[in-house]
């Protein structure tokens, strides 16, 4: 025969009993989960202070400060103007700082920002001269990055380094006459005859050829001309040294581009007389990349809205 059920009362104090150890082993792998990720955020916060002290002691000693310029050298992004020239100010504000390393690895970049830290470094070394800004150069030192360089007291490299590219360059693609056999038709709408003179889908005339080129000639000449008030007699006469060629640190050195061989740690130690290097590289925190994807987020939105107008 069928067993008795238990009666109403009892089968709700074991409902209860239940309800209490399911309650009871939520409650303690809540505070498991919270005791774990206390003791992670204390590790966090006892080895970031741990560093922070570190560095400021190294910082109150005699040392020298490097800055790092890898990377394509461009507003927005770690090797921007704002940041190097930021890193440089840290750097000659400290009377500790014996001297100053530009760690270069870069294939260059952005003229402006370039012609930027240029102007700083000159700048800050005529009014520090017992500081001087020294530039070592790893993988590649080119275009705008041997901009930067050449406005240092000397320049330093490996033999097999990459040096020069002194030139400007402005990319492009054509596709009329690929348009013209699919039967694609460009309609770019513009206010003024040589707005839209870069459009890959519309034909460049001669007359906006030879404007392109006198623009590219122009920033080219204001390019050599800084690099020859860097560099000075050091130079040899070959004008193939602004022809846009790249060479090794090995043949660089021969056309003046180059002053000595070495690494940043040997120049700290052996020239610069001060081993113990502090990176003054500025770099973005968390808050200042959060707040770049938003703004990015939020230009894309923009653009979505205003369509095909562009006003610059």
Known sequence: MFKDKPPHGEKDVINDLVFSIVKEQKTKRRWGIFFKLFFIAYIVFITA???VNKKESMVSLPHTAEIDVSGVIAAGTETSADHVIQGLHNAFKNSQVKGVILRINSPGGSPVQSEEIYNEVRRLEKKHP???VYAVCEDACASGAYYVASAAHEIYAQPASLIGSIGVIMNGFGFTEAMKKLGVESRVLTA???KGFLDPFSPMSEEQKEFALTMLKSVHE???ADVKQGRGK???NNPEIFS???WTALQAQKLGLV???GSYRQVAAQVIKAPQIVDYTVKPGLWDELSQRVSTIFTHALHTMA???HLS
Do not use: M
Request: aromatic content about 16%.
């Open 234 to 236: 050091r130079l040899k």
């Open 49 to 51: 202070t741990f560093f």
């Open 222 to 224: 204001v390019f050599i």
């Open 307 to 309: 369509a095909n107008i």
């Open 130 to 132: 017992e500081k001087k």
């Open 259 to 261: 002053d000595h061989f």
């Open 244 to 246: 846009g060629l790249v």
């Open 192 to 194: 003024g005859k040589n």
